[in-house]
């Protein structure tokens, strides 16, 4: 029997990012194989049997992916995804802001910036580290705005952190969920949060393997530190005692300036000398000392690891007084997030009850919630450069429109405000023409301006162009190129903020003229 | 004693410790309020101890036989807050047996009996149920029937659960289930800390590997139950027990601690969208590699939603799961408003709509009643 290639769809995620975990079922729904998916990688599976099977993944996101197939007579199988129900984004004014800790303690540092943003959700980025770079590089990321309480998220510098406010129930805090920048550590990191821990240990178990394949580099970055971090919790979770003394030296070579590095360090010191709290206390103390550890649970296991030395050794003051300064810390951390993430008012001020405190004001503002209505002039906006505009785009043979751009991200700083993301606001008549039910968000990157487009049909979305004019009268145009269910172009940009408007190139209605 | 089940033999078994407070003396309501600013904050459950009661039944009737790891003992203590709450009584094998009351000192000898007897075999499965109060700071501590009794020691009734969990290494698998706010009264927040009680050494080799804590709430949060029904907790648990934590691996539906986590809280998420129903979150912590707790008898029963995009398409379709190993009809919905809710056997569907008015055109759908949901939208075209 041959093997059938297993394929998915992995919408805008890096080849060789592992987006989820699934299950090859017969059947009957036995179990045959759990296995990871990998971004831009198909999956060749011998079943060898006969019989209908099935493959089923639910991802981090919620989306579920399923197919089912023959392994007599298919060769390929594409999963289909069904993403969950939507709900109704409700208006939330929101604020996120980074904290960074120097010699005088915790204080804004104004580093954060909005890299996405959905009618629901806000992504947020703090900047990573030059290379080379080990200290001085854990934040804190705090979301707060609408009434709501504010959540501090402990990261590596370079995470990637998604924000949505809740819809409804007792939870009334805003959402944190690490999304990157390494999306393996971040699924795995997800499952473990949710509860899945089958999928969970698939994924760290790829994460393992793909770490212990590979010679420990010479100049460990941000990255590789918090993969072998992770993956290290994956172990010690999983409590395969074989691996871990080897990984003791890793994680002391690629991850040592990371708190998690130490307090790892402890619980396999105590995994291998069980009456002995000698070797295991000064990774503890250690680790208390050089600050706040990043992956989710981290906490509990610092205080814990600490309780237990200190009952072995209840006259060490040491001990004491690093358990005192961990315990509001512990206290005050949520024990299931892929996140270190705290309650309180501010990294240094942490508490066991909900904070929604101000927002410092190096703060980043964003709106969430339906398509705001924009303010209309009465008369549609005018390009400066209209002729220019218009000759342009008879020179293409298509049509060139204006949209004006509607801000949903602000950063204050001071009294400036300057726009982070936002929406395009289609005119009615634009809207029918692109189908009825287009969107399309813009926001900053490190690559200048990302414009997704969504709700468009791809023969038409394909044949679209976004563009900006410079001052110059220069026009320069992008396409849009397919990224899962939305199209994405990418514009050269260097100002600050983002323009009032941008122009959108129609292809003509009619039939396409042939090229000459 | 509160050895209500003992049939500790020298094989792989579960031993279960299920305990159910909705009485205490001390707090709001009680016989004998402590004078103390958190003991008035909080008051009687109406639901713990039926909640205790209920499990303890299931693991009697259903796990006494279970083919890799029957029931070998349960250690029950319940406190219920009157009587439209639980009767103290339990009925094992044709008998009915006294049910002791959740003080301390019972519970401390309670869990030194259970915790002897899951060190007896490397394979057995420790299994702790808790239904009663909870109060958060760096661990839970578990409130019993007696706390508050001395004021100048408030936590010395109360069980610290995480240093419960790190002493119990010597099981090969164990599963806390913690049916309790993790709620932070006020006057919690002026304690320096709070010393509950360990009750287990926990000088071990490290977190357990198979060894989840599945919590009822998150931080902060409240757990919901019926004044003498069943709590959203212990229903969503026992559903999971049942099947909706299963996997089917060896020829068997096993629930297994990497799934049983996972599905009482798909349980409650979905439950949370009933009208009217109070939100709860369960969270899981700690990890699972998949020991089996249960193994079925049968195929477990699956609960489904399903319904047609757009919404509207839904009201007007006469609606059909058709099983694809044997294409027998497994359920139907001719009429009706809103999403389909149904349950049923695990297994692969063709999920079929059919609009008579011929308002929208009729559509297909592969789907699988998978534990512990399914929930899934057809999409179908105006016609």
């Known amino acids: 029997m041959s093997p059938v290639e297993i394929g998915w769809e992995a919408a805008g995620q890096r080849p060789g990012d592992v987006i989820g975990a699934a299950e090859l079922l017969d059947e009957h729904l036995e179990l045959l194989e759990r296995f990871p998916l990998v971004a831009g990688v198909t999956r060749s599976i011998e079943v060898g049997r006969a019989g209908r099977c099935l493959v089923h993944a639910r991802l981090p996101s919620g989306t579920t992916l399923l197919a089912s197939f023959d392994p007599v007579s298919d060769r390929t199988v594409t999963l289909r995804a069904r993403p969950p129900r939507p709900r109704p984004a409700e208006p939330v004014a929101g604020w996120a802001a980074a904290w960074r800790r120097g010699p005088d303690g915790w204080a804004p540092s104004g580093d954060l910036g909005i890299v996405g943003s959905e009618p629901d959700r806000v992504l947020l980025e703090v900047p990573p580290v030059p290379s080379g770079v080990t200290t001085d590089a854990v934040r804190v990321v705090q979301v707060g705005g609408g009434g709501l309480a504010a959540p501090m998220a402990v990261v590596a510098a370079g995470s990637v952190v998604e924000a949505t406010a809740p819809q409804a129930g007792p939870e009334r805090a805003w959402r944190l969920r690490l999304v990157g920048p390494d999306a393996t550590c971040a699924t795995l990191l997800e499952y473990a949060a949710a509860g899945d821990l089958a999928a969970a240990a698939v994924v760290g178990d790829e994460l393992v393997r793909r770490i212990e394949a590979q010679p420990a580099s010479l100049a460990p970055d941000l990255g590789e530190a918090f993969r072998v971090v992770v993956a290290a919790y994956h172990l010690l979770r999983v409590g395969d005692e074989a691996p871990q003394d080897a990984w003791g030296e890793r994680l002391a070579s690629a991850a040592s300036w990371l708190p998690d590095a130490s307090l790892l360090a402890g619980w396999l010191a105590l995994a291998r000398s069980r009456d002995e709290p000698e070797s295991a206390r000064g990774h503890f103390l250690d680790a208390a000392r050089r600050g706040l550890p990043v992956v989710g649970g981290s906490l509990r296991l610092l205080f814990d690891g600490l309780w237990l030395v200190n009952r072995a050794r209840p006259w060490d003051e040491d001990v004491q007084v690093a358990l005192a300064r961990v315990r509001p810390y512990a206290a005050a951390a949520a024990m299931a997030a892929s996140m270190t993430l705290l309650r309180g008012r501010r990294p240094d001020r942490p508490s066991p009850g909900p904070a929604a405190p101000e927002p410092p004001g190096s703060a980043v503002r964003f709106f969430l919630g339906p398509r705001p209505v924009a303010r209309r002039s009465p008369e549609p906006p005018a390009l400066d450069l209209g002729t220019l505009l218009r000759d342009a785009a008879r020179r293409l043979g298509s049509t060139l429109v204006a949209v004006r751009l509607v801000p949903t991200a602000v950063r204050q700083t001071g009294a400036r405000m300057t726009v982070q993301a936002g929406r395009l606001d289609f005119e009615p008549g634009l809207l029918r023409r692109l189908g009825g039910d287009a969107q399309a968000s813009v926001a900053r990157s490190r690559a200048g301006l990302r414009v997704t487009l969504g709700g468009v049909e791809p023969g038409l979305a394909a044949r679209l162009q976004v563009g900006t004019v410079s001052g110059t009268g220069e026009l320069m145009l992008a396409r849009f190129e397919p990224a899962g269910r939305t199209t994405v172009a990418v514009l050269a940009w260097t100002d600050a903020g983002l323009p009032d408007q941008l122009v959108l190139l129609l292809p003509p209605s009619g039939p396409q003229p042939g090229r000459t | ?383």
Not at chain 2, 64 to 89: C, F, H, K, R
Not at chain 2, 152 to 157: A, K, R, T, V
Not at chain 2, 204 to 217: L, S
Request: charged share 25%; aromatic share 6%.
């Open chain 2, 1 to 383: 004693v509160t050895t209500v089940f003992d049939r500790t033999d020298g094989v792989a078994q579960t031993h279960a410790l299920v305990i159910g407070v909705g009485r205490y003396r001390h707090l709001h309501g009680g016989a004998r309020p402590a004078d103390d600013a958190m003991a008035r904050s909080l008051g009687q459950l109406g639901s713990p101890a039926t909640s205790a009661l209920a499990v303890a039944r299931f693991l009697v009737d259903e796990h006494v036989t279970d083919p890799e790891v029957p029931l070998g003992s349960v250690e029950l203590a319940v406190s219920p807050a009157g009587p439209v709450d639980a009767a103290s009584e339990i009925e094992v094998g044709g008998g009915r047996v006294p049910v002791e009351p959740a003080t301390f000192a019972r519970v401390r000898d309670a869990v030194d009996r259970w915790f002897s007897r899951c060190q007896r075999h490397t394979g057995n499965v420790a299994f702790l149920y808790f239904s009663g109060h909870g109060v958060a700071r760096e661990h839970v501590a578990l409130l019993l029937e007696d706390f508050a009794e001395r004021p100048q020691e408030l936590f010395e009734h109360a069980v610290d659960l995480e240093a419960l969990h790190l002493g119990m290494a010597a099981c090969r698998a164990s599963t806390h289930f913690v049916d309790a706010c993790r709620s932070v009264p006020p006057a919690l927040l002026e304690r320096r800390e709070v010393r509950a009680r360990a009750l287990l050494d926990g000088w071990h080799r490290g977190p357990r590997p198979d060894a989840p804590i599945v919590y009822a709430t998150g931080h902060d949060e409240k757990a919901f139950g019926r004044p003498g029904g069943l709590t959203r907790y212990a229903d969503a648990l026992l559903r999971a027990l049942h099947g909706l934590g299963a996997r089917r691996e060896k020829g068997a539906w096993r629930v297994t601690t990497d799934q049983v986590g996972l599905a009482v809280a798909e349980v409650l998420r979905h439950g949370n969208e009933v009208p009217g129903t109070p939100v709860q979150h369960a969270q899981v912590v700690g990890s699972g590699r998949g020991s089996v707790l249960r193994v079925l008898p049968g195929v477990p029963g699956v609960p489904f939603r399903l319904g047609c995009d757009p919404a509207a398409a839904t009201d007007a379709a006469s609606m059909r799961l058709i099983a694809l190993r044997d294409g027998r009809l497994a359920d139907h919905r001719d009429g009706g408003s809103g999403d389909w809710l149904g349950e049923v056997a695990a297994g692969a569907y063709d999920f079929q709509v059919h609009f008579e008015r011929r308002d929208f055109r009729d559509g297909r759908l592969e789907v699988v009643a998978y534990p512990p949901w399914l929930d899934d939208l057809l999409p179908v075209e105006p016609a």
